[in-house]
């Protein structure tokens, strides 16, 4: 069997992990998987208890904001996987236009169920 092209996952605060569970379950199921995980926000801070379940959080102030395809870039590098391998998961179309210009992998968010069974095959997590 061959590794899935995806191998690591970056997800929006606001709209996405916001949502409840169980797409707030994402970052620690992939994260146990072995798959490195960033919150990437426009938003200056976060919850203490969101923050903890990524690897890496890139905030508003830590440079390029989205859409730019730069600040998809920089959540790739700061969990060290190539943009090119890392889902990206928002729900703003926009954004995830940026993504896509970076050149990464998008799953727009509009519903619970369906983001995390597209997480789950693209980074071949086990169903749940």
Known sequence: MTAPAAAALVMDYGGVMTD???VATLPER???AGVPTALLT?????PAEVAALFDVVVTGDDGPRKPDPAAFRAAA???GVPVERCVVVDDEPANLRGA???GAIVVGHVDAATTVFEVEVLLDLHLE
């Not at 426009?42 to 976060?46: F, G, K, T």
Request: net charge positive; proline share 12%.
């Open 20 to 22: 409840g569970p169980p």
């Open 30 to 32: 992939a994260r146990r």
């Open 42 to 46: 426009d938003a200056r801070a976060v």
């Open 77 to 79: 590098r700061a969990v």
């Open 100 to 102: 896509r210009e970076a």
